[in-house]
Each structure stands twice: as C-alpha cells, then as structure tokens.
C-alpha cells in the first residue's frame, strides 16, 4: 500500500477543514439566528410580565381608592351625632380606616419601585420612550398620593381624638384626581401591553420565518452542490470500476466537491492511458504507430501537445519520429547539434535519467542558431519540455520527448505520471525497433 506523504496529508487536512468552516459557520448562523429567537422571546416575556405587574399594582389601587370613597361616602352619611357614637367609630371604623390608608400607600410604594427594563427590540416604533413616560408616571402618582396622604392627615387632625368627617369631605372632594390620573397611566398600560404583545407575534413569526427558510435554503444547497455531486461521482466511479475507462464528469461543484470531481477525472483518465497503453503495446508495426498510439492514449491524461523520439549519434541528434503525424510531416529541421546548448543536455541527461527544460519560448529566442529548438517552440507553442532517455538492446541512445503549452509547465501530478510511464511507453516503442 501506498504510503501517504506529509504534504497530501496536509492537503487532505485542508480539504477537511475547508469543508467543516463551511459547516461551522452555517451551523454558526443557525444557531444565532435560534439564540437571537429566543433571546427575543425571552426579553419580550418580561416585558411582558413588567407590564402585567403594573396593570396588576394599579388595578388593585384603583380598587382601593374606590373602596375608600365609598367608604368615605358612607362615613359622612352616617356620621355620629353623640359622644357615644363618635368614640365607636374611632376604635372601629378609623382602625380600619387607617389600616387601608397604609395599604394604599404601601401599594403606591410598590407602584414607583417597579422597575420595567426598556427592551432593545422595543426600540423599534416609540415602545421604549412609552416604558420610560409610565415609569415617570408612576413616580408622580407616588408623589401626588404623598401630597393627598400629607393634606388629608391635616384635616384628621390628632390620632386621639380625629376629625373622621373632615377627613371623608376631604377623601370625597380630592380623590376623584388622583383616581383619574392612575386610572389614565393604567389605560396606557393597558394599551401598551396589547400593543407590545401584537409586536412580538409579528417579530417572532418574521424570525421563524426566516428560519424556516434559511434550513430549506441550507438543505436545497446541500442536495444541489454536495449530495448530487458526490453521488454523480460515485455512480461514475462505479461505471468506471466495471471497466469503462476515460469517463468524465462535468466539474460544476466548488470548493472540495470540485476537487472531488477534478480527482476523478484525473483517475479516470489515467486509468485510460494505463489500459490503452497495455492494450497497445503490441499493435502497430513501425515505431510512428507506437508513437501515435502513445499520444492518442495519454495527450489528455498527460497535458502533452507533441511526443517525438530522438536518436542521438556520436556528433548529432536526430528527430527519428513524432506525433501528431501532422506535425511530424512538416517537420523541416530535425538535425540537433550535440556540441550546443540543447544537445548538451540532451546528453547530459542520461547522467540524470531524465530530462526537464523550462521557459522554451525564452530559450527559442536566446539560442537563435538552435533551429530545432526554434522550430519545435513555433510547431508546439511548448513552454516546457521533458524527456526519458533509454537505451535500446544494440546500445543505442534515445530520448523520448513531451511538451506541454500550458501556462507554467506541467503540473506536479502530470510529471509523476509521466515519469511513471515513461519506462513502459520506451518499452513499447523499443519493441517496434527491427
């Protein structure tokens, strides 16, 4: 088996991860988009309950203050006329009277403490400026009852001996303000709470809404550029695995998927040129068909434009053959001189077991006198050239050429392959030799 090398496990690495920020951060959005929910939700439930709290506290003070009204109403109808009557209602009545004057003022206290925290999705509308006006509202009321607390306690007068009728025209006469002003907050309240509770439906459904839309959109996406991708190669790989070499894929996914897809077609190509090349190693009589079967086979796997063979003898080289026949037949120059540049590394290159020369087009320019170095960079447009040097069983030497016009030479995947077949290609082409 074989080994897997640091870098392809870094590049894997990185493939993972790729794929995982991608779920990461649609899972990131989900999840704040379920948190920012409810978060909502919770802040508007104690809004919510803020206000019930109020209208609960003000509601009951307008109960009592109606209570002490009537009472009051009652009191100075049936106001005593002895002293009898008088000391009755003092231990009786005033008692209780007392009593529900601190129950109000307890509930009051209650009232102007209450803390309604303004809400950041109240913002939206006037909804913050009305909490903070029933806030205002409720410290004055506090402020009016003392002043109604204060006043009536004067008309009183001493807790021994009261002036309970003085007190009940004064309850009857002041307390209609004060009733109105709390039961005009209460109503705001009121209208607020309906108001507010309308906001949040309308908020929480736009965000379930969104939601909602956003897993159909996240679950349309996955099936259209990953499930169907994946399955499209798998189903590929398993037509493919029943011997039908050179199958392609179209390349329309991204990221990782597209990766996927470009492995596959590399694969598969490969696995073409390795077939085509065992299949044809023996068709072909001469060594142009040999030559030709090589890059018919492999030109697409390989990113070659032009094979040529290359008999080197004491004082020169010579082009015996190439492919596309095309080329081949038009050739002119085929004569490539041992003691210049070029023909020194071709020499040298059997020292090394393999050839590589980049930048043609630079070299074509620079070496001028090099007519095959010239011709071969007008005929091919190659930016870079590699070759095998061989031997064949009468010691004769060859160098069996590739070139490639694309931008930047070829690529890794493209050498180790070639380096990989090289020997098998000569092999084949040796075996045409008389």
């Known amino acids: 088996m074989a080994k897997i090398t640091t870098d392809n496990q870094s590049s894997s690495f990185l493939s993972v991860q790729s794929l995982l920020i991608k779920f990461l951060l649609g899972a990131f959005v989900l999840?704040?988009?379920?948190?920012?929910?409810?978060?909502?939700?919770?802040?508007?439930?104690?809004?919510?309950?803020?206000?019930?709290?109020?209208?609960?506290?003000?509601?009951?003070?307008?109960?009592?203050?109606?209570?002490?009204?009537?009472?009051?109403?009652?009191?100075?109808?049936?106001?005593?006329?002895?002293?009898?009557?008088?000391?009755?209602?003092?231990?009786?009545?005033?008692?209780?009277?007392?009593?529900?004057?601190?129950?109000?003022?307890?509930?009051?206290?209650?009232?102007?403490?209450?803390?309604?925290?303004?809400?950041?999705?109240?913002?939206?509308?006037?909804?913050?400026?009305?909490?903070?006006?029933?806030?205002?509202?409720?410290?004055?009321?506090?402020?009016?009852?003392?002043?109604?607390?204060?006043?009536?306690?004067?008309?009183?007068?001493?807790?021994?001996?009261?002036?309970?009728?003085?007190?009940?025209?004064?309850?009857?006469?002041?307390?209609?303000?004060?009733?109105?002003?709390?039961?005009?907050?209460?109503?705001?309240?009121?209208?607020?709470?309906?108001?507010?509770?309308?906001?949040?439906?309308?908020?929480?459904?736009?965000?379930?809404?969104?939601?909602?839309?956003?897993?159909?959109?996240?679950?349309?996406?996955m099936i259209f550029h990953v499930i169907k991708p994946v399955m499209n190669v798998a189903e590929s790989c398993e037509i493919a695995a029943s011997g039908e070499y050179g199958l392609q894929v179209d390349e329309n996914a991204s990221g990782e998927i597209k990766r996927l897809q470009k492995a596959f077609n590399e694969l598969s190509s490969r696995s073409q040129l390795m077939m085509e090349l065992v299949?044809?190693?023996?068709?072909?009589?001469?060594?142009?068909?040999?030559?030709?079967?090589?890059?018919?086979?492999?030109?697409?796997?390989?990113?070659?434009?032009?094979?040529?063979?290359?008999?080197?003898?004491?004082?020169?080289?010579?082009?015996?053959?190439?492919?596309?026949?095309?080329?081949?037949?038009g050739w002119r120059h085929r004569t490539i001189s041992l003691h210049k540049a070029f023909g020194r590394e071709l020499v040298a290159s059997f020292e090394e077991q393999w050839l590589q020369i980049k930048d043609i087009s630079k070299l074509a320019l620079q070496r001028h006198d090099e007519r095959f170095l010239r011709e071969l960079h007008h005929n091919t447009f190659a930016t870079e050239v590699a070759g095998f040097p061989f031997k064949c069983p009468k010691q004769h030497n060859f160098i069996l050429l590739f070139s490639t016009p694309n931008e930047g030479g070829f690529n890794k995947k493209q050498l180790k392959l070639l380096r990989s077949l090289t020997s098998q290609m000569a092999d084949n082409i040796v075996s045409s030799f008389d």
Do not use: C
């Open 31 to 221: 999840i704040s988009l379920i948190v920012s929910y409810g978060y909502f939700n919770f802040a508007a439930n104690q809004l919510l309950k803020d206000l019930d709290q109020e209208l609960n506290v003000s509601s009951r003070i307008l109960l009592e203050l109606s209570q002490l009204r009537e009472k009051s109403q009652q009191y100075k109808l049936n106001a005593p006329r002895d002293w009898d009557s008088y000391n009755r209602d003092v231990a009786v009545f005033y008692k209780d009277f007392s009593k529900q004057i601190n129950d109000i003022n307890n509930d009051f206290s209650i009232l102007s403490g209450l803390a309604i925290s303004p809400s950041p999705f109240a913002s939206y509308g006037d909804y913050n400026q009305r909490i903070e006006y029933l806030s205002e509202t409720n410290r004055q009321l506090k402020s009016q009852w003392e002043e109604f607390e204060t006043q009536l306690s004067e008309k009183i007068g001493s807790r021994d001996e009261p002036r309970l009728e003085w007190g009940a025209e004064y309850i009857i006469e002041n307390i209609g303000n004060l009733t109105r002003n709390l039961q005009s907050a209460n109503d705001k309240a009121q209208a607020l709470s309906l108001e507010f509770e309308e906001f949040r439906e309308i908020i929480a459904l736009v965000m379930m809404t969104v939601i909602i839309v956003y897993l159909l959109i996240t679950f349309l996406l």
């Open 279 to 329: 299949n044809t190693s023996h068709q072909g009589d001469s060594t142009r068909e040999r030559i030709s079967n090589i890059f018919n086979s492999g030109h697409k796997a390989l990113g070659v434009n032009w094979i040529g063979l290359i008999a080197l003898g004491e004082e020169q080289a010579q082009l015996a053959n190439s492919s596309p026949a095309l080329l081949d037949d």
